[in-house]
T-cell receptor
C-alpha cells in the first residue's frame, strides 16, 4: 500500500515570498490533515478536510495560509507571504477513520524562510 | 495552553529493560489517545492507540495504559531494543463526535536505548 506522498521534501525561500506544498493521501482516505511542526515541538494541526470540504481550520493563520483539496483527493497548502517564523516541517496526513489506526503521515516538507 | 504534555524531553534505558514514557492531558473532551514514533527526517509513524472506554491496550512489546481520573497515560516497551531509539509523541483526539478529529500532540520524548 502506497503511503502519503508529499513534495517537495525541502524548500528554502526568502521572507515575503510565496510557497506551495503538495500532498497525495493514501487511496480511499477521505480525511486529510495538514500539520505544522516547529523544531522542538509536536505537530500542530492547521486544517482538516473531509473529502473536499473543510472540517476544521481554526488554527490556520488565514491572513497568509490557504489550503484546498479539489476533487477530494490531492491537496495543496500555500503560504503567501512567508515570514521567518513559518520555518518548520509541514506534514500531511490522511485517515480512513481516526478510531481505526489513527492518521498516516507523509515524510513532510521542510521549509526554511531566510 | 498545552493540552497534551510530555514532561520528559529525553529518556535513556538499557537494552532489554523496560521503557516507560509518560503523558498528561488537560482536555476532558479527549476520548482517543495515540502514540507515534518518529525517526529523523521521517514523518511520525502510528504505534498504538487506546480508546477512553479502556484502561489498557497491548500490542506485542508495546502496552499503553490510560488513567482517566488522573488524565494520564503511559507507554511501556518491554523489552527495549536498539531500534526503539526514536522520538515518541503522545497525541489525543476527540473523534467520537464525528467531524473534527485532528490530533493534539505533546512535544515528544526522545528515547535512547543504550547497548
Amino acid at each position: 500500500e502506497a503511503g502519503v506522498a508529499q513534495s517537495p521534501r525541502y524548500k528554502i525561500i526568502e521572507k515575503r515570498q510565496s510557497v506551495a506544498f503538495w500532498c497525495n493521501p493514501i487511496s480511499g482516505h477521505a480525511t486529510l490533515y495538514w500539520y505544522q511542526q516547529i523544531l522542538g515541538q509536536g505537530p500542530k494541526l492547521l486544517i482538516q478536510f473531509q473529502n473536499n470540504g473543510v472540517v476544521d481550520d481554526s488554527q490556520l493563520p488565514k491572513d497568509r495560509f490557504s489550503a484546498e483539496r479539489l476533487k477530494g483527493v490531492d491537496s495543496t497548502l500555500k503560504i503567501q507571504p512567508a515570514k521567518l517564523e513559518d520555518s518548520a516541517v509541514y506534514l500531511c496526513a490522511s485517515s480512513f477513520l481516526m478510531g481505526q489506526g489513527g492518521a498516516f503521515f507523509g515524510q513532510g516538507t521542510r521549509l526554511t524562510v531566510v | 495552553d498545552q493540552q497534551v504534555k510530555q514532561n520528559s524531553p529525553s529518556l535513556s534505558v538499557q537494552e532489554g529493560r523496560i521503557s516507560i514514557l509518560n503523558c498528561d492531558y488537560t482536555n476532558s473532551m479527549f476520548d482517543y489517545f495515540l502514540w507515534y514514533k518518529k525517526y529523523p527526517a521521517e514523518g511520525p509513524t502510528f504505534l498504538i492507540s487506546i480508546s477512553s472506554i479502556k484502561d489498557k491496550n497491548e500490542d506485542g512489546r508495546f502496552t499503553v495504559f490510560l488513567n482517566k481520573s488522573a488524565k494520564h497515560l503511559s507507554l511501556h516497551i518491554v523489552p527495549s531494543q536498539p531500534g526503539d531509539s526514536a522520538v515518541y509523541f503522545c497525541a489525543a483526539s476527540s473523534y467520537s463526535g464525528g467531524g473534527a478529529d485532528g490530533l493534539t500532540f505533546g512535544k515528544g520524548t526522545h528515547l535512547i536505548i543504550q547497548p
